[in-house]
């Protein structure tokens, strides 16, 4: 045997065998063309090729298989069991016939069986006669004018047909005879014993016209995309996670040499180096597994029209930032909660066109989906312009579920309103639609965007419309975390999950930590708090009960709690490694990985720990309402020189002591080396005049968000954290950023604002905008 | 002369080969479509495509639409190859730049009887 034809053995049962796998799944799963025209092409590619080798019952054979199957992938056909046990047996004897042409080199004689065979196939063609009719003339009749057009070369003589100059096609009659324009199959298959073809012509006359029609459309978009492949290689997603996984590596083993030079000079300015080519090493890296929101986006048109459809309304759809890239697990991952989004935004948001136009609105509603970066977060909002919330509406249904008491709903602000939309069991919807769905609700779209670190923001005006927020991390795999001791081991919880931190010296834990039957309790501004104690929680040797501790409120699913621990480390940016299976199950790690010093943390779960430790959920509106806080507002009360100042608590950033040698100077102003930024630094305690050159001495930095930059504070002492209400507005009172009552003194609140930016330190010997109003008894 | 041979079949790939090796002609193969293309992009010029019409992941009429929207291909003759079941698409392939076409089977003189309507120089 020679090797053309081992090579057609070879080949052809390789696409028998693939033919099986896709008849076995076709049987579950019938209408799927890819696995049709996966079948298909194994049988064609078998008559294709017998012709070559002169292997006549093979090709009549699989030209009955491949009849049947074009008849099938073209959708003019159903796949049946009938039809799946036919080319079954058509597999079986393809299969024999290989195999004797294996043994013996020819295709051995069993014209009977074959005959049989291939007439058990041409009826089978003919299946449904009923609906193989009724669907192909229509299909004839839509190809009919782009047929017409074209003359049709004679059949049967391809060998001959030449290019022939393309004015000449207008000259030509169109081909009308139905007859004659009939596909091969109609003829060529016909049985050897020429039983009269009872087969209706009209459905002859379609399959072959409406082939090119139906094949073109597709073909068209696809065609226009390989102009992209040109600067772009298609990389395993493995081979990223492996690369990402070095470069954690990386990260780790540049952490523990800066920590491991941070006293020597020369080594130092190695390691600053070392910083620098990590940090854009982990970007490039990171920027690999990115993906455009288009990829997510593009199934959202489709999602819209339906919705629209089976809600009678009318709805367009603007998608504005779709080059905005995301990593590919964070794009899965926000999936759902998106999809949700804009079912809601078009279930319950926009009205019913007639509703609309009453309101001098178009007919057409908007819903806008958006995405943008914004620092190291990319934004998504869902933006529609419908009926909006009513606030009272959501008050009421809150108190109705019970959610919040009465009376606390009165005293809500509108803000603070629209957050219990977020809570679980909450639904505003008059009636409940098959189009939302019963049970999930946007407490889910939250909990599924807090799983991966994001964050969601609500705002809508009643009849305006609604805008969901959705804050999404640019990357999951290495994250900021607090290192915690406990017992002598490192945990690390994540910087996402934590709001605030309280110490406790030794003597102040048993007056301060409140017992209520066996549950612990720690009173936070005269809210109480559940605590839940690590070392007792992971069954560590138990520590004193007077030792000083240190407690991490955490707010994790709409859980807030305290986590007890014997002392805090510094924050790191920890690279997250997967876990062994073992310490999975046990449920409250995140994952596990290696710090600066080189040894080992385990990450902790803050939301599996407060539901094992049975903490309940905090409704949002406990947040506020215990203090009666409506129009109030937290600060951070710091002592800088001899006064004291308020700093709004959700512009802090972080409180740091920080040695001198890590600030530095750019003309006459310091600035503050924080995170590779260079920040510009008030020096407000005048901490630093003063200063000896001690590079070892520790000044307490406040780091504060304004607007898009960053500022750093010197601070002399950090006194707490307290509510009050800003009494005076920005500029009124002299002062900066107003002034308001803490602990029954006035206290001026520090303007971020003035705290000149660094492009303008080297010439501005600004004055800092401090408040130097005085507090007054 | 160049050859570059799109098909699916193993079969084929390597029939064509023997037949352009026996006449000292190079020859490259690709599996699909989309192959076929990056050959064309990366390892040409090409004097001669010869693709075939049913394959996985881009089928041969898209690849000769894709080859025949890039003018750095014009030299490149595109020959069809096609099974007589699909002899009615040989005219959309002619309209859409196509230079000639080839129903299997074929043998070594009507290949290259086609190769020379297609107007490739002779090897």
């Known amino acids: 045997m020679d090797d053309l034809t081992r090579e057609f053995i070879l080949e052809s049962r390789e696409g028998l065998d693939r033919m099986e796998r896709c008849l076995t799944d076709l049987e579950t799963r019938p209408g799927d063309t890819e696995l049709l025209a996966e079948i298909f092409r194994s049988v064609h590619t078998i008559k294709g090729t017998t012709g070559f080798l002169g292997f006549s019952r093979l090709e009549a054979l699989s030209h009955a298989g491949e009849n049947l199957l074009g008849l099938l992938r073209d959708g003019k056909l159903a796949a049946n069991p009938d039809i799946i046990s036919g080319l079954l047996a058509l597999m079986d004897v393809l299969r024999g016939v290989l195999q004797s042409i294996e043994t013996t080199g020819a295709e051995g004689e069993s014209q009977q069986a074959d005959s049989a065979l291939i007439a058990r196939l041409e009826e089978l063609q003919r299946g449904d006669a009923s609906l193989a009719v009724a669907e192909p003339v229509l299909a004839a009749v839509e190809a009919a004018p782009s047929h017409a057009a074209r003359p049709r070369k004679p059949r049967g003589t391809g060998k001959h047909i030449s290019r022939r100059p393309r004015g000449d096609h207008q000259g030509t009659p169109p081909p009308n005879d139905p007859g004659e324009a009939g596909p091969p199959i109609a003829v060529e298959a016909a049985p050897r014993e020429a039983e009269p073809q009872p087969r209706p012509a009209p459905a002859a006359v379609s399959s072959t016209s409406a082939r090119p029609a139906t094949q073109a459309q597709p073909e068209a978009p696809a065609a226009a995309t390989p102009g992209a492949a040109d600067s772009t290689l298609r990389v395993d997603v493995e081979l990223l996670n492996r690369m990402m996984n070095l470069v954690g590596e990386l990260v780790l083993t540049r952490n523990q040499i800066l920590q491991a030079t941070s006293t020597d000079a020369n080594f130092a300015l190695l390691g600053r180096r070392l910083d620098m080519v990590t940090a854009d090493l982990r970007e490039s890296v990171m920027k690999a597994r990115m993906q455009p929101v288009s990829h997510l986006f593009s199934r959202f048109p489709r999602l819209v029209r339906d919705l629209a459809l089976a809600l009678d309304k009318r709805v367009h759809l603007e998608m504005e930032g779709q080059e905005t890239e995301l990593d590919k697990s964070l794009l899965e991952a926000i999936r759902d909660p998106l999809t949700h989004s804009i079912r809601n935004a078009i279930d319950h948001g926009i009205e019913c066109p007639d509703v609309r136009v009453a309101q001098g609105k178009p007919a057409e509603g908007l819903v806008r989906l958006r995405a943008c970066h914004e620092g190291s977060h990319v934004i998504v909002e869902v933006h529609d312009d419908g009926a909006g919330m009513s606030i009272e509406r959501i008050r009421q249904k809150a108190v109705e579920r019970q959610l919040v008491s009465p009376q606390r709903a009165e005293q809500m602000n509108e803000r603070e309103i629209l957050q219990l939309i977020f809570l679980p069991g909450f639904s505003t919807a008059a009636a409940v639609t098959n189009v939302s769905g019963r049970g999930v609700g946007m407490d889910v779209v939250r909990t599924n965007v807090e799983k991966i670190g994001g964050k969601v923001e609500v705002d809508s005006h009643a009849g305006k419309g609604t805008i969901l927020r959705l804050r999404i991390p640019l990357t999951l795999a290495i994250i900021p975390a607090l290192i915690v001791h406990s017992r002598g081991q490192n945990f690390a919880v994540p910087q996402a999950s934590l709001t605030e931190l309280v110490h406790m010296s030794a003597g102040e834990t048993d007056n301060r930590i409140e017992w209520l039957e066996n549950a612990a309790l720690y009173r936070l501004r005269g809210r109480l708090l559940p605590l839940v104690f690590l070392d007792r929680l992971l069954q560590q040797p138990p520590r004193e009960r007077t030792a000083p501790c240190d407690i991490a409120i955490l707010n994790a699913d709409g859980r807030r709690f305290g986590l007890v621990v014997d002392g805090l480390a510094d924050p790191e940016e920890i690279v997250v490694k997967p876990l062994a299976a073992v310490l999975r199950e046990i449920g409250y790690y995140a994952g596990a990985t290696i710090l600066g010093n080189g040894e080992m943390a385990l990450i902790l779960n803050p939301g599996s720990i407060a539901q094992n430790a049975n903490v309940t959920l905090t409704s949002e509106a406990d947040d506020g309402l215990d203090e009666n806080r409506a129009g109030r507002q937290d600060f951070l009360l710091v002592e800088t020189g001899n006064r004291r100042a308020a700093l709004p608590l959700e512009t802090v950033v972080r409180i740091e002591r920080i040695p001198r040698s890590r600030i530095e100077r750019a003309g006459s102003r310091p600035v503050l080396r924080f995170e590779g930024q260079l920040l510009p630094l008030d020096d407000a305690a005048s901490e630093l005049i003063d200063a000896s050159d001690d590079p070892e001495a520790q000044t307490t930095v406040v780091v504060c968000r304004d607007g898009d930059r960053q500022v750093g504070m010197t601070v002399s002492q950090v006194l707490d954290v307290t509510g009050g209400k800003q009494l005076e507005q920005a500029g009124t009172g002299g002062v900066a950023g107003g002034i308001t009552l803490l602990h029954e003194r006035v206290t001026g609140i520090v303007g971020l604002s003035g705290i000149p930016s660094l492009e303008c330190v080297a010439e501005t010997p600004a004055v800092p905008d401090f408040p130097s109003a005085e507090e007054t008894q | ?123």
């Open chain 2, 1 to 123: 002369m160049r050859a570059l041979v799109v098909d699916d079949s193993r079969f084929i790939r390597n029939y064509l080969h023997s037949l352009f090796a026996e006449h000292g002609v190079e020859c490259l193969e690709a599996a699909d479509g989309e192959q076929g293309l990056n050959c064309l992009r990366h390892l040409g010029p090409f004097s001669v495509a010869l693709v075939d019409w049913n394959m996985p992941v881009m089928s041969g009429f898209e690849m000769l639409e894709a080859a025949r929207a890039d003018p750095a291909f014009d030299a490149t003759k595109i020959v069809m190859v096609t099974t007589e079941a699909e002899n009615d698409h040989i005219e959309a392939a002619l309209d859409a730049g196509a230079d000639e076409y080839l129903v299997k089977p074929f043998d070594e003189a009507g290949l290259f009887d086609k190769l020379r309507m297609a107007g490739v120089d002779e090897p």
